[in-house]
């Protein structure tokens, strides 16, 4: 590895991105983060009320969390994060950042999203933006660095699967 590597656990809400990112981030010792966290009061309080982020919402975000991931990579350390990171010019933001970023788009069908959101709990995103997202995910395509995996898989195989990925 020339350098530390970026690896964005991508997809809509209830995909699965927390788990299987905390998961791998504790096999490996990387540090690891929810791109929730960078989001600033008004987006947070915007989607609890139901009302979808648009790009000038999201921008400033990204922008924090490309950021971080230079910091992290400068100081030689590789992450696991979490990002819905749904729109293709969203993720060649994320790949500006200083380290070998790579993505890992976690797929299930709707109703599967929607029974997730529906049964956790303490989290902002209601299931009734679950559409708003599905709507505007642009898939990885061919020239992007990443893979996609079903995340109704158990999440030691997500693991597996992303370590194969990854080639390490």
Known sequence: MSQPYALVFMGVSGSGKSTAAEAFAEKMGWPFAEADEFHPKANVDKMSQGIALNDDDRWPW????????SQQSQ????????????????????????????????????????ARMEHRENHYMPASLLDSQLATLEPLEDDEPGVVIDSQHPTEQIIVKTLEYLGI
């Open 62 to 69: 990204l922008r924090d969390i490309r950021d971080w991931i």
């Open 75 to 114: 100081a030689g350390t590789s992450v696991v994060l979490t990002c819905s990171a749904l729109k293709k010019s969203y993720r060649v933001l994320l790949e500006e950042a200083d380290a070998d970023v790579r993505f890992v788009l976690l797929h299930a069908d709707r109703e599967v999203l929607e």
